[in-house]
């Protein structure tokens, strides 16, 4: 029983780190891969695709300030995500996000739109971890009322207690969720905004006569 506790204990953590090294992967394959939580789009009139690639290099890889974007034209898709470097105060949280961009040509413009997305591994505990604590905490209010715990003062503050014990686990949760996404949605953002820049001057570059 120990050693098959050990295995699926070993098999889970190999899970998660293989689900993340292959979600911060920059390849073509790995650019859809993650639980999609939202997007942005711009649009830029006097840019088009050839355009832009003069300022990717051959490997299609573009350094930015704050990370790196990585373009396929044949898929009319590209990849940013944030550089993380070492003994950096801004530490990793466990939702690290990236952001997947199509990119789509037509006679207004060159229009991209990013999707950022987050881990499988993170966003199944979440609503696991969320799940439990919340399941939990109403199975057990229910339990404890079907089971005369109302016939007293004693047991009726015994069952408010351990109520609002699980809700703080609940709330600490959701705030730490929230705070997490903040960090990473900025870090992702000011990648974004990094290449908006270059696309801009680009775009600036190409409506000069």
């Not at 050693?3 to 090294?21: E, K, N, Q, S, T």
């Not at 009322?145 to 600490?172: D, N, R």
């Not at 705030?175 to 905004?193: G, K, S």
Request: aromatic content about 12%; overall charge positive.
């Amino acid at each position: 029983m120990m050693l098959a506790g050990a295995f699926a204990i070993v098999l889970f953590i190999g899970l998660v780190v293989g689900d993340w090294m292959y979600f911060t992967r920059l390849s073509s394959d790995a650019t859809r891969y993650g639980y999609g939580i939202g997007q942005v789009q711009d649009r830029f009139v006097a840019l088009t695709l050839p355009k832009l690639l003069r300022a990717f290099d051959t490997n299609g890889f573009l350094s930015l300030p704050h990370g790196v974007a990585r373009v396929f034209p044949e898929a009319n898709r590209m990849i940013i995500r944030p550089t993380h470097r070492l003994f950096s105060m801004r530490f990793r949280t466990a939702w690290p996000l990236k952001g997947c961009i199509e990119l789509a040509s037509d006679p207004e413009g060159l229009r991209m739109v990013c999707t950022k997305r987050v881990p499988w591994s993170s966003s199944i505990l979440t609503f696991l971890w969320f799940s439990l604590v919340g399941f939990g905490t109403l199975g057990f209010l229910i339990t404890y009322v079907l089971q005369g715990g109302l016939k007293s003062l004693g047991s009726v503050l015994l069952g408010v207690g351990v109520t609002g014990v699980g809700l703080i686990v609940v709330a600490f949760g959701l705030l730490t969720v929230t705070v997490a996404y903040r960090i990473e949605n900025t870090r992702l953002m000011l990648v974004y905004t990094e290449l908006r820049d270059v696309a801009m001057a680009n775009e600036g570059a190409a409506s000069r006569p």
